[in-house]
């Protein structure tokens, strides 16, 4: 079932009834598509940050596709000549030369390696603030826990398609995160030599690897986004979308706007934004001027070299990690590089590929959940969420410690050690600040619904008391805050005779009802039991 805000149409309008009708007579196909193009949306502006996303991504399939007719994937040796004037009579790899001959000789090559780039930075931050979304509503519960397992793979594969995206022009920059690259691959153990001696095709930094990572960008890692993208939206096409609690809205509808005309016509517009704006960073805002870094030598490297910001988080880890190696049996197993590479990573992305599962398990709710909360309401989700932002946040602030200790004159040894401790206690401080802050903003909700909201009004009692008359809230104010659900709770406390529940017996059984309690407890109820309710408290009288 769907509801509409304007007057549901008794029949399509011509612009869909032809071409179904069309479609039907030769493929069957006419009722499918008027039914999928009425399909309904909600309008909430939230929902477009996929869109984000999804329109970055195909603004990097056209300007990549045009970046292969000139791109040479060669390691091989040429001295440049080009009309660079630095760099002329300078030897270079095929792949750097080419690169420099799109920037300078292609006519409007610089714009689409500037675009190319603006937008792989904007595919991965849209897709990373579109998750944040999804995990803060808890949107990913039943039945879309699929769903967020595919978004949680596209951030990874976009991740590694970014990582071999900005090796391929064989600059000083890149050449130095591809050396940091081979040195987390050699740390692994037992198969680490073997995977380093695959990609570079022998000793680092061999003569394939440009062509291997040129394959790997062009050809697998996009055929799997491709793939895993359409499932995305096929899914999300087949459930129903959740949307905000509010006036009219029920699990079995959906309020907003129908994909055709209104939700294309916002889509439309919405991607043309989106490559106005990536358009205009790579006219004016100059990214990845690899003229300025020189060729990859593995005998050079730049001070001051960042990698792109989502790369930043893995850059502080390495930064932050004590040097420390275990050695045995004439093997050395490196600590320094092995945790920091793998741990960080496996914490936030396994995290977030478990949440949905670990918090079924934790509550027992299997129900289906078509309404997106608010973040408040669910302060336990919300401040793990915080914690885990803050954790990354950090890391990727601490990948420039040389940077900060440069910029403002600070031992670079004490920014380290900072750093070390703030990794640990900035989350921990994170989650007690945010749930503190989750729980005032339910009493709020409570005060509100309670009390009413200030009128503006000043009223003198009898008694010579002034006070300031509370109306209701706004019709569509108070059902957005009753669309608050409560959580679950497992039940384990001993029944009469001090038997505890089946599930609550063994240890793991009390250890998960102890955290379905925690986790689940209705902290602040939004109306008091026998309360006056709004009139009484809204007509200003003095109740005692």
């Given at each position: 079932?769907?509801?509409?805000?304007?007057?549901?149409?008794?029949?399509?309008?011509?612009?869909?009834?032809?071409?179904?009708?069309?479609?039907?007579?030769?493929?069957?196909?006419?009722?499918?598509?008027?039914?999928?193009?009425?399909?309904?949306?909600?309008?909430?502006?939230?929902?477009?940050?996929?869109?984000?996303?999804?329109?970055?991504?195909?603004?990097?399939?056209?300007?990549?596709?045009?970046?292969?007719?000139?791109?040479?994937?060669?390691?091989?040796?040429?001295?440049?000549?080009?009309p660079y004037q630095q760099l002329r009579g300078v030897t270079m790899s095929?792949?750097?030369?080419?690169?420099?001959?799109?920037?300078?000789?292609?006519?409007?090559?610089?714009?689409?390696?500037?675009?190319?780039?603006?937008?792989?930075?904007?595919?991965?931050?849209?897709?990373?603030?579109?998750?944040?979304?999804?995990?803060?509503?808890?949107?990913?519960?039943?039945?879309?826990?699929?769903?967020?397992?595919?978004?949680?793979?596209?951030?990874?594969?976009?991740?590694?398609?970014?990582?071999?995206?900005?090796?391929?022009?064989?600059?000083?920059?890149?050449?130095?995160?591809?050396?940091?690259?081979?040195?987390?691959?050699?740390?692994?153990?037992?198969?680490?030599?073997?995977?380093?001696?695959?990609?570079?095709?022998?000793?680092?930094?061999?003569?394939?690897?440009?062509?291997?990572?040129?394959?790997?960008?062009?050809?697998?890692?996009?055929?799997?986004?491709?793939?895993?993208?359409?499932?995305?939206?096929?899914?999300?096409?087949?459930?129903?979308?959740?949307?905000?609690?509010?006036?009219?809205?029920?699990?079995?509808?959906?309020?907003?706007?129908?994909?055709?005309?209104?939700?294309?016509?916002?889509?439309?517009?919405?991607?043309?934004?989106?490559?106005?704006?990536?358009?205009?960073?790579?006219?004016?805002?100059?990214?990845?001027?690899?003229?300025?870094?020189?060729?990859?030598?593995?005998?050079?490297?730049?001070?001051?070299?960042?990698?792109?910001?989502?790369?930043?988080?893995?850059?502080?880890?390495?930064?932050?990690?004590?040097?420390?190696?275990?050695?045995?049996?004439?093997?050395?197993?490196?600590?320094?590089?092995?945790?920091?590479?793998?741990?960080?990573?496996?914490?936030?992305?396994?995290?977030?590929?478990?949440?949905?599962?670990?918090?079924?398990?934790?509550?027992?709710?299997?129900?289906?959940?078509?309404?997106?909360?608010?973040?408040?309401?669910?302060?336990?989700?919300?401040?793990?969420?915080?914690?885990?932002?803050?954790?990354?946040?950090?890391?990727?602030?601490?990948?420039?410690?040389?940077?900060?200790?440069?910029?403002?004159?600070?031992?670079?040894?004490?920014?380290?050690?900072?750093?070390?401790?703030?990794?640990?206690?900035?989350?921990?401080?994170?989650?007690?600040?945010?749930?503190?802050?989750?729980?005032?903003?339910?009493?709020?909700?409570?005060?509100?619904?309670?009390?009413?909201?200030?009128?503006?009004?000043?009223?003198?009692?009898?008694?010579?008391?002034?006070?300031?008359?509370?109306?209701?809230?706004?019709?569509?104010?108070?059902?957005?805050?009753?669309?608050?659900?409560?959580?679950?709770?497992?039940?384990?406390?001993?029944?009469?005779?001090?038997?505890?529940?089946?599930?609550?017996?063994?240890?793991?059984?009390?250890?998960?009802?102890?955290?379905?309690?925690?986790?689940?407890?209705?902290?602040?109820?939004?109306?008091?039991?026998?309360?006056?309710?709004?009139?009484?408290?809204?007509?200003?009288?003095?109740?005692?």
């Amino acid at each position: 079932m769907t509801t509409l805000k304007e007057p549901a149409l008794k029949e399509a309008p011509k612009l869909i009834a032809g071409p179904a009708s069309y479609l039907d007579d030769r493929l069957g196909a006419g009722s499918w598509l008027k039914r999928n193009l009425r399909k309904v949306f909600p309008d909430h502006w939230s929902f477009l940050l996929g869109e984000i996303a999804l329109y970055s991504f195909i603004i990097l399939l056209l300007t990549g596709t045009f970046l292969t007719f000139w791109f040479k994937p060669g390691m091989g040796h040429v001295v440049y000549d080009g009309p660079y004037q630095q760099l002329r009579g300078v030897t270079m790899s095929e792949a750097y030369a080419s690169t420099l001959k799109i920037s300078f000789e292609v006519r409007g090559g610089l714009l689409m390696r500037q675009m190319h780039h603006w937008a792989a930075l904007l595919f991965v931050a849209g897709m990373t603030v579109h998750m944040l979304r999804v995990f803060f509503t808890g949107a990913y519960r039943k039945p879309r826990e699929l769903n967020w397992v595919i978004g949680v793979l596209l951030l990874t594969l976009a991740l590694l398609e970014g990582l071999t995206g900005y090796s391929l022009p064989d600059d000083l920059l890149s050449g130095a995160g591809l050396r940091i690259t081979e040195g987390v691959l050699i740390s692994l153990p037992l198969v680490g030599t073997y995977f380093t001696f695959f990609l570079f095709g022998g000793e680092y930094p061999g003569e394939d690897v440009i062509a291997r990572f040129y394959s790997l960008h062009i050809l697998l890692i996009p055929g799997i986004l491709l793939a895993l993208i359409s499932a995305h939206l096929i899914l999300m096409w087949v459930q129903k979308h959740t949307q905000m609690a509010g006036t009219g809205r029920t699990s079995t509808n959906v309020v907003g706007a129908p994909f055709y005309p209104a939700f294309m016509a916002k889509a439309g517009a919405y991607f043309l934004f989106t490559f106005t704006a990536i358009a205009g960073l790579g006219t004016f805002a100059q990214i990845n001027p690899i003229w300025l870094f020189g060729p990859y030598t593995p005998a050079d490297i730049s001070a001051g070299s960042q990698p792109d910001f989502y790369m930043g988080f893995l850059e502080g880890a390495l930064r932050l990690m004590p040097a420390w190696e275990i050695n045995f049996l004439g093997y050395t197993l490196p600590l320094s590089v092995l945790i920091p590479a793998l741990v960080p990573m496996g914490i936030i992305m396994t995290g977030l590929a478990l949440y949905p599962f670990i918090e079924q398990w934790v509550t027992g709710d299997r129900r289906e959940h078509h309404f997106a909360d608010r973040p408040r309401n669910n302060p336990h989700r919300t401040s793990i969420g915080m914690a885990a932002v803050v954790f990354y946040g950090l890391l990727w602030l601490l990948g420039a410690n040389d940077e900060i200790s440069a910029f403002f004159h600070i031992d670079l040894y004490h920014t380290t050690i900072f750093g070390r401790f703030a990794v640990f206690l900035g989350p921990a401080l994170a989650y007690f600040v945010t749930y503190r802050v989750c729980m005032g903003l339910q009493r709020k909700d409570a005060e509100v619904m309670s009390h009413g909201v200030e009128s503006g009004v000043i009223k003198r009692m009898p008694n010579g008391q002034y006070i300031e008359v509370h109306v209701p809230p706004a019709e569509d104010i108070a059902d957005h805050v009753r669309g608050k659900e409560r959580l679950p709770i497992l039940p384990g406390e001993a029944d009469i005779e001090g038997i505890p529940p089946k599930g609550a017996r063994s240890i793991l059984g009390k250890a998960r009802a102890m955290l379905s309690k925690k986790y689940g407890t209705e902290h602040v109820p939004l109306e008091e039991e026998g309360g006056h309710g709004h009139a009484a408290i809204g007509s200003g009288e003095d109740k005692h």
